[in-house]
């Protein structure tokens, strides 16, 4: 919204930093943080007061979190995605249609895990909404967002899939593509929303996830910089940097209050969102399969679920002691804090692993 200052630069010439998106992007970050920071507590106290008990705890979970995690309020991601959202309808462009793609997506993302959280609240059950009535309207909001983003893309680019490690190697899905689009996007939705198990251990990678995406965007976005690295320029991409320093800040934000001893948990409301809002960056950009790397630890905790389930129908055995896989440790005896700060360096080590393929073509 504050960009339209920029065109009084004439006057005033400080204004004229309003046009780097790099400015707009370290500003995003820090209001977004304040935001959270100044606000949290209110929006805490307000949650416990009308939750009460707080998150149900899974009866068949690790015991200790049925004493270290019992009581604490849920839904914490209301926190991330206001700072997220002032932020960004302060500091982005407003023009840019993949500003408003990213944010149906992350609003209908995080109103979908909204309802979840409030059924299994005023239930006290773990068991929310419907799972098959969820992924439908999931899905229907991706290939939404899926049409919109072949509509305002590169034409030469819209249905293409891009290979990391290659030059030039461009997949044409045609109308596949939407499927395909749809898919990363609710799944790295759902992916981030399982890893969301202790304190700490969902926020960081995802905010990991937003520093290096913020990067390729801004890069994928600048026709100078996308040619010399021999990668598919697309305009206006470049935008969401800005959108991913917002959700950075909004992150360390709710990392001061989820930090262990968590005081709140973000719940679908906030991990369904912020990887539905990753999920619709990488298709914006061109790089969904370096999302399946640099989000490496989504997959793996994803994984570990469907190959349990898998295992369990077609042998009645389990392969992990319990998923997802953090749970599996957990019941190895790893600590909490273990856990949390090694998953961090796996997903700091997916992070380099990623950026590298802008480079190694």
Excluded at 319 to 333: L, N, Q, T, V
């Amino acid at each position: 919204m504050l960009t339209w200052l920029a065109d009084f630069a004439a006057y005033l010439n400080v204004l004229n930093v309003l046009r780097y998106i790099t400015f707009r992007t370290g500003m995003a970050t820090a209001t977004a943080f304040l935001f959270v920071i100044w606000f949290g507590p209110a929006i805490i106290a307000t949650l416990r007061l009308k939750q009460g008990k707080g998150q149900p705890i899974r009866e068949d979970g690790p015991e200790s979190h049925l004493v270290t995690k019992r009581g604490t309020p849920t839904m914490g991601g209301l926190m991330i995605l206001a700072g997220v959202l002032v932020s960004i309808l302060l500091w982005a462009n407003l023009t840019n249609p993949f500003v408003w793609i990213v944010l149906f997506v992350t609003v209908g993302f995080g109103a979908i895990g909204f309802y979840d959280d409030y059924l299994k609240v005023t239930r006290q059950s773990h068991k929310g909404f419907s799972s098959r009535s969820r992924l439908v309207l999931e899905a229907l909001i991706a290939l939404i967002a899926c049409f919109a983003i072949t509509h305002f893309s590169t034409p030469d680019l819209a249905n293409k899939l891009a290979l990391p490690f290659f030059k030039d190697l461009l997949i044409d899905l045609g109308w596949f593509f939407f499927a395909f689009g749809a898919f990363v996007i609710v799944a790295a939705g759902n992916s981030v929303n399982l890893t969301d198990g202790l304190d700490g251990l969902a926020i960081v990678p995802v905010m990991i996830a937003a520093a290096t995406f913020g990067f390729v965007a801004y890069l994928v976005g600048n026709a100078v910089f996308a040619n010399y690295l021999q990668i598919n320029f697309v305009l206006g991409t470049g935008e969401l940097a800005v959108v991913c320093g917002a959700l950075i800040g909004a992150g360390l934000g709710f990392l001061w209050f989820n930090a262990p001893p968590a005081q709140v948990f973000m719940g679908d409301t906030g991990s369904l969102a912020l990887g539905g809002m990753l999920g619709t960056i990488a298709v914006v950009t061109k790089h969904e399969i370096v999302l399946a790397i640099v989000g490496g630890l989504f997959v793996l905790e994803a994984l570990s679920v469907i190959i349990q389930v898998a295992s369990f129908r077609l042998t009645g055995k389990r392969i992990f002691r319990m998923a997802p896989i953090h749970h599996h440790f957990e019941k190895m005896g790893w600590t909490e804090p273990q856990i949390v700060i090694r998953f961090w360096i796996i997903a700091v080590v997916l992070a380099m692993i990623g950026l590298s393929t802008l480079k190694l073509r």
